[in-house]
């Protein structure tokens, strides 16, 4: 017998997981048949790289889509483009899309997440065409098209990833910049790291306002909303247990109960060092959900694949003029620490001092004192800096000790770090305090 | 009473000791004499950034200094520069330097080694002026002096990391270059990899010559040795017991018998991986070993610090006009495997394929196919590529399998990666051939 999947969400998580899901069962010899349903015109494409688009380095809206739908329906997946699905009936095993209903065995529930809108920026219900968020191509086009006129001052509300990026883009198109956030710049790094983004962010020319609420819409100028994402769940309300947040929690194979599986942005991921559930929508999450997913449901049960959940993980970039900043973080922020946890800055070099272009780079490291335990870093600093995190991420999923990090075997040659690596230097300092 | 310390060399290993050997004394209240002898006059300089300043990218000889002997006597050390050790009897615990004889409680013997010098170079005993090795501050001041001529050609022998860096470096100044070497370029690294590094050597101008035995001098033009180094051991030949290569074995405080401490590149370090002694010359680890020895010894026995071995981690560049390569390794190279082992090559990029300078790499990937972990990364590709082996390094360092760099949480967005970090696709390609 066959067995049927529908697909809701045709974005990473969703394609991936049928890629997967048609590779596992070929192997095994199994019967699948997937149908997959996308409510907008594109698929699998690079939500992240929308700022770069806007901010001309990227030419085309094109090049962001990973892989086209032909390409999907090539690999043998049924995908109705367009089509959003209107209803989900968990008990009856049917979507309801374009007024038909579809019958499934398993549902793929990836919808995603939607950006957070806040009421007062509603002129009757919907969004006037120069206020919005950067979530989809459509969004990036129509930014593209509002800051067509370069003088136009812009501003952006939120000062997290989205907004700093947006930011960068709009810095190096050449408007004037206004950035606003309630809290700090980057408010999930330490105080002293989140001052030098926002000091970047004032030598690259942006103005700086923390500590602002928003309660209207003030001028026609372009105004980008730019303050988080919620998981689109509203099709699964009253039939399927929801986190505080509304978002789906699934194993580590994907799946949320008997015949139900979901992965991607609408899902909470399970936080290793946090040991709770954390919302973390990022798309290499999505990738590797979906394909764990994929490969559970495609095999009927035998699957070795798994995604373990995350630690944080994430980096971006403020790089205007003469401005060139890398920013990255894993394991628990200061907030997210117990306050039993230690924590200390180290300033350092991305290379030997000697060397042409070492850039300076300073090391939030944070530590449990009576375990030793590595709970989380945050670096910023010049080129080269931003990808160290993932030594440190690397440590985290291993659950080393400062120790470990500070006394391990990490690359030296003067063009790429100092005799002590920087990150050890970090670690070791730390080590020597608790 | 005094504890009388006498350190054998003044560069990283003995001087990191000599300083952390006072730290931990004073920290504990305990009396500490320390006198240093070096025999050339600088202290504690960058072997490792020679080629850079040949190379012009360094201006002086000076910069490579990190440390002064003034600034190692601010500390406290009574340093004798260009003064060489004559004579070091363990048993009578005395050393001779300037025709005199000083006596010991303990020994830090940091010697370092001296580069390989083949018969046939020497003439009348002693080397030729442009015939000889890279290996001190007086060896880059005399190929300054030799390259002085931009119309001369030079000839390298030996096509490691000190052969091409010095490739790179005479390259860059405009000289024909020739690199001979009896094996691959990089014969460390995979076949693949070697192949792609001296494909750039080519693309920069350089004439490449595998499969070569020099047996004597050919002509006047300058000629590099790059044949290796050895462990400066001979002061100690009959009084301790050596390695098959001449090096000492010090347990992870740095001691290798009672009274008689050793550090840097005159001591083999414990490759964790291989299982094995093995010898790995390079700063980082001089600077570490030379830490723990120092604590252990000013502290009288609780240091809580130990310098628990090595994995193999090396890093260079080779960057000449458009040629720009980052070439890293980690743990065991396919020769040091077991024959059992399983390895992959995967070919990716630095960046999202859509983003400018994203970059070409290559990822080589060795694993036990029983215990599924991971043995080996080897990484050539462009800028953002080597530094990646770090996380590499992070897995070994703490057992990871393949299974779990594949899925671990690294860092992602489109300048940095892809969204499957291209390591982790390098790991997961293997794991499923496992």
Redesign the interface.
């Known amino acids: 017998m066959t067995q049927r999947v529908v697909v809701v969400g045709g974005d990473?998580a969703g394609m991936s997981a049928a890629h997967q899901a048609l590779r596992a069962a070929k192997l095994r010899d199994r019967s699948i048949e997937v149908l997959a349903f996308e409510a907008t015109d594109r698929t699998s494409y690079?939500a992240?790289?929308i700022p770069?688009w806007i901010g001309e380095?990227?030419g085309s809206g094109d090049?962001?889509v990973?892989r086209s739908a032909d390409a999907h329906r090539e690999a043998g997946i049924d995908l109705r483009m367009g089509t959003p699905v209107t209803a989900v009936d968990v008990a009856a095993h049917t979507v309801t899309a374009g007024g038909e209903d579809f019958e499934y065995d398993d549902l793929v529930f990836a919808t995603g997440a939607q950006p957070i809108i806040p009421d007062w920026a509603l002129v009757d219900g919907t969004l006037p065409d120069h206020v919005g968020p950067v979530h989809t191509l459509a969004d990036g086009a129509r930014w593209l098209d509002q800051l067509d006129d370069r003088s136009r001052p812009v501003t952006i509300l939120g000062a997290g990833y989205i907004g700093l990026e947006m930011a960068e883009a709009a810095l190096r198109r050449g408007h004037q910049v206004t950035l606003k956030s309630q809290g700090r710049v980057m408010s999930t790094f330490a105080r002293e790291l989140s001052e030098r983004v926002e000091g970047g962010l004032r030598d690259a020319g942006a103005t700086v306002e923390t500590g602002v609420t928003m309660t209207s819409i003030e001028n026609d100028d372009p105004l980008i909303l730019a303050i988080g994402l919620e998981p689109r769940t509203s099709l699964l309300e009253g039939q399927v247990s929801l986190s505080e947040r509304g978002a789906l929690r699934p194993d580590r194979h994907g799946q949320v109960q008997e015949h139900l599986w979901s992965a991607g942005d609408c899902c909470e991921v399970w936080h290793?060092v946090l040991d709770d559930w954390a919302y973390l929508p990022?798309?290499?999450?999505a990738?590797?959900q979906g394909r764990a997913l994929g490969d559970a449901l495609g095999s009927g049960g035998d699957s070795g694949?798994?995604?373990?959940?995350?630690?944080?993980?994430?980096?971006?970039?403020f790089t205007v003029g003469d401005v060139d900043l890398?920013i990255?973080t894993?394991g628990l922020t200061r907030t997210q620490a117990p306050d039993s946890a230690a924590s200390l800055l180290t300033e350092g070099s991305t290379a030997?001092g000697?060397?042409?272009g070492a850039a300076p780079l300073a090391i939030h490291v944070t530590a449990d004192p009576s375990s030793r335990r590595l709970l989380g870093v945050q670096i910023v600093g010049g080129p080269?800096a931003?990808?160290?995190?993932?030594?440190?991420?690397?440590?985290l999923?291993?659950?080393?000790t400062v120790d470990?990090?500070a006394?391990?075997?990490?690359?030296?040659?003067?063009?790429?770090?100092t005799?002590?690596?920087v990150?050890q230097v970090a670690a070791r300092r730390l080590a020597e305090r608790l």
Chains 1, 2 share one sequence.
């Open positions: 990473a690079s992240c790289g770069y380095e990227v090049d962001l990973a290793r990022l798309g290499t999450h990738n590797k694949l798994h995604f373990d959940g995350a630690l944080g993980t994430a980096i971006t970039r890398e990255s894993t030997s000697y060397f042409p080269g931003g990808k160290r995190i993932d030594a440190a991420a690397a440590c999923w291993m659950g080393a470990e990090l006394w391990m075997d990490l690359s030296y040659a003067p063009p790429f770090a005799a002590w690596e990150l």
